[in-house]
């Protein structure tokens, strides 16, 4: 089955990069996803890179995506106090009649120190 | 375009009694969701509809119940309100096509069962 996981809890300095990690189990991933939640907010997407594709740049953030080892990472160049949030990885699987099915892992909270 | 709207944003419950979380989406998407939120738990999913007159079960849909009479509105029921129920409550929607399936979250419902 479908199954996303992610670390839980990431400390990086105002100004340097962060990276968050996110593996995922089930190989015919249609996409994968990124999704930013501020606190006491609903998530938002960041970003999303398909599964034949190797990475996707857009601005500051990078998504690398490693398909062989199913893993998926969203680097942040020059992370700044306003980035503090909780990170969520997801993948979308195709269901019957077109359907994609979408599974999230447990969310990374980002800790940006000034 | 107000996006996803719901309603209301917190809410206390006896033990036992009932309530209706309301979400209305403007963007006539095909596809809603209802997940809930538990700390270090992720989202998990309660019940979603592909359009309306048509809903499905998620990974946890016991104690709850959703209707889809309208392609716009997608109300969560809670019948007999646990302790186990307390949480945030996020409704979501997104566009039936070929590409990603790009979710829209609302604000949230935080909801306390005392």
């Known amino acids: 089955g479908e199954d996303v996981e992610q670390s839980l809890f990431l400390s990086v300095r105002e100004g340097d990069s962060s990276v968050i990690n996110c593996t995922y189990t089930d190989s015919s991933s249609t996409y994968l996803y990124w999704y930013k939640q501020e606190p006491g907010a609903g998530l938002q997407l960041l970003t999303y890179i398909f599964s034949n594709m190797d990475m996707k740049q857009d601005q500051r953030l990078t998504v690398l995506l490693n398909k062989k080892d199913k893993h998926l990472s969203l680097r942040i160049a020059d992370t700044q106090t306003g980035d503090s949030a909780i990170y969520f990885c997801?993948?979308?699987?195709?269901?019957?009649?077109?359907?994609?099915?979408?599974?999230f892992g447990i969310g990374t909270k980002l800790q940006v120190i000034p | 375009n107000a996006g996803v709207t719901q309603t209301p944003k917190f809410r206390i419950l006896k033990i036992g009694q009932s309530m209706t979380l309301q979400c209305a989406q403007d963007m006539n998407h095909n596809y809603m969701y209802w997940y809930r939120q538990d700390p270090g738990m992720g989202l998990k999913l309660i019940y979603y509809?592909?359009?309306?007159?048509?809903?499905d079960k998620g990974e946890v849909p016991n104690g709850y119940n959703v209707s889809r009479s309208t392609t716009e509105d997608f109300p969560l029921r809670l019948e007999l309100a646990a302790p186990s129920q307390t949480s945030v409550y996020f409704c979501?929607?997104?566009?039936?096509?070929?590409?990603?399936?790009?979710?829209?979250f609302g604000a949230g419902s935080r909801l306390t069962v005392l």
């Open positions: 997801a993948e979308s699987i195709l269901r019957a009649g077109g359907y994609q099915k979408v599974t």
């Open positions: 979501a929607s997104s566009h039936k096509g070929s590409g990603a399936n790009v979710l829209t």
């Open positions: 509809s592909v359009g309306a007159g048509i809903t």
